[in-house]
């Protein structure tokens, strides 16, 4: 019964704590699992007073909704130095970040399958580039792969990569541990907290306007995932960009049998085995339209179960314990849009094109130090917003 | 329920078969064809079906109707079946399940 007190007081200290501030000198919009690593990293930096908003909890869009998985095996170069970046991040991120808990890495591995001949060309080139950045990944024959994977049904397979130090983490964790090492370094967090306009001044941030106020500031960092469109279009500001529906299916748990995740892009699929023991599993649709729409449909359900049982036979025994969906913010060249815009002060995060949450930890950084006015310690000149009007795409091979 | 069968269930209907015999961790138990594994063991005096995967502390038949995971065990090398559900048929071999549960790859 004492436990009554208790929460009630520790309800209304956060809700003082959530007093939203009347300036600050940055304000990160969007508190998934980007945001929160931006404002941490601006905060190690001692950026200054650093607020963030989220329209509703911490990791309730696309970070919370994700298929957590962290490969660096890209085709292209940017790809794959800023996900090495990120993987050596998130092996030590307990540590850095002070979490009690764990984020759930698991270097299981990533083990990508080829099954037309047309990939396995791609592979092939794939892996060459890989290797030259020092990625340890290797080209591996149809029974190579069932040495690391025995479930699996090599049939009509070509050729498989893999690298050891892929892997996937809990992106609630890993968004609650940036969330948590950030207040501790002073940053105000505010959920259930709209930004819908942002103030402009002559091309100059002013401003954000939220449903619970409104806070003066010169830098504003889009973060806001699928939404981040309509925070561009605030300022006037048309990006390239659209919002595309994931679905996405989580087992009963079994004692570990699957160390890697195993993916296949001809056929859109990847499947993981928790740490827990549950497989989450997704799947791209091809005739899925743009938009926001979150809901589920049994027609996934089918077809995911369909594919599965073909890829990883024994996975066919197990009970689905539900399916849920969420949104890739995708950008024509399936690269994301990093660093400043025309409208001064305002800083984009955005269009991960689905793999946001592997790369949070080196977007945090790169755009802290492009915040705080420093040379980005990876070089992304190459994904800034201008590209798109200059033609300059670097369209990635390797996307589910 | 004498014998300590059940007969009568809340939603599920279950006529009393033929007399079959099943194997539950090694021993030969008999039961009948078509009801519920999970009564053909507690009529046999069964009443741990798991330990719990956390604490591992014993779970006994709970909900009977599928829902609660109390039951789960192995039934002919599939893993986590509820047995509270799962007709009876000749022959079938049931283990009590350790943590998770097995996928076997050959299954």
Known sequence: ?400 | MDDGRIKRHPILEFKEGRKVHFMFDGKELEGYEGEPIACALHAAGVRVLRESPGLKRPRGFFCAIGNCSSCLMTVDGRPNVRVCVEKLREGMNVTTQKGKGVLLADN
């Open chain 1, 1 to 400: 019964m004492k436990v009554m007190p208790m929460t009630w007081a520790r309800a209304t200290s956060s809700r003082i704590a959530d007093e939203l501030p009347k300036t600050a000198d940055a304000v990160v919009i969007g508190g998934g699992v980007i945001g929160t690593s931006i404002a941490y990293h601006l905060a190690k930096k001692g950026f200054g007073r650093i607020a963030l908003v989220e329209r509703s909890y911490l990791a309730c869009g696309s970070s919370g909704r994700c298929g957590a998985g962290v490969r660096q095996q890209w085709g292209t170069k940017l790809n794959c130095l800023l996900s090495i970046d990120s993987v050596k991040a998130f092996e030590r991120m307990d540590e850095e970040l002070g979490y009690s808990r764990s984020i759930e890495f698991k270097q299981g591995g990533y083990l990508l399958l080829a099954y037309t001949r047309r990939e396995a060309e791609q592979f092939r080139e794939n892996v060459r580039l890989q290797q030259e950045l020092g990625i340890p990944v290797s080209l591996l024959t149809p029974s190579e792969a069932r040495e690391i994977v025995p479930i699996l049904n090599t049939d009509c397979v070509h050729l498989a990569t893999f690298c050891p130090t892929d892997g996937h983490a809990n992106p609630f964790h890993v968004t609650y541990a940036y969330a948590t090492a950030g207040k501790r370094l002073g940053v105000k967090i505010h959920t259930f907290t709209e930004a819908y306009d942002i103030m402009t001044e002559s091309g100059k941030v002013e401003g954000v306007k939220t449903n619970k106020g409104t806070i003066s500031t010169d830098v504003v960092i889009c973060a806001a995932g699928p939404y981040s469109g309509v925070v561009a279009r605030m300022v006037g500001l048309d990006i390239p960009f659209y919002p595309e529906r994931h679905q996405i299916l989580v087992t009963e748990p079994v004692e570990p049998v699957l160390g890697p995740m195993v993916m296949s892009f001809s056929r859109r699929f990847y499947c993981q085995q928790t740490p827990h023991g549950s497989f989450i599993m997704g799947m791209g649709d091809p005739k899925e339209k743009p938009g926001f729409s979150v809901s589920s449909t049994w027609e996934f359900l089918v077809e995911m179960a369909e594919e599965i049982t073909k890829v990883l036979p024994p996975v066919g025994q197990l009970s689905v314990v539900r399916q849920w969906a969420g949104l890739y913010d995708m950008t024509p060249d399936a690269h994301p849009i990093l660093g400043s815009t025309p409208c001064a002060g305002l800083y984009l995060a955005c269009g991960f094109s689905g793999h946001g949450f592997m790369l949070a930890p080196v977007t945090g950084k790169l755009i802290s130090e492009i915040v705080c006015d420093e040379e980005p310690s990876i070089d992304i000149h190459g994904l800034d917003l201008g590209r798109f009007e200059r033609g300059e795409l670097v369209i990635e091979p390797s996307v589910v």
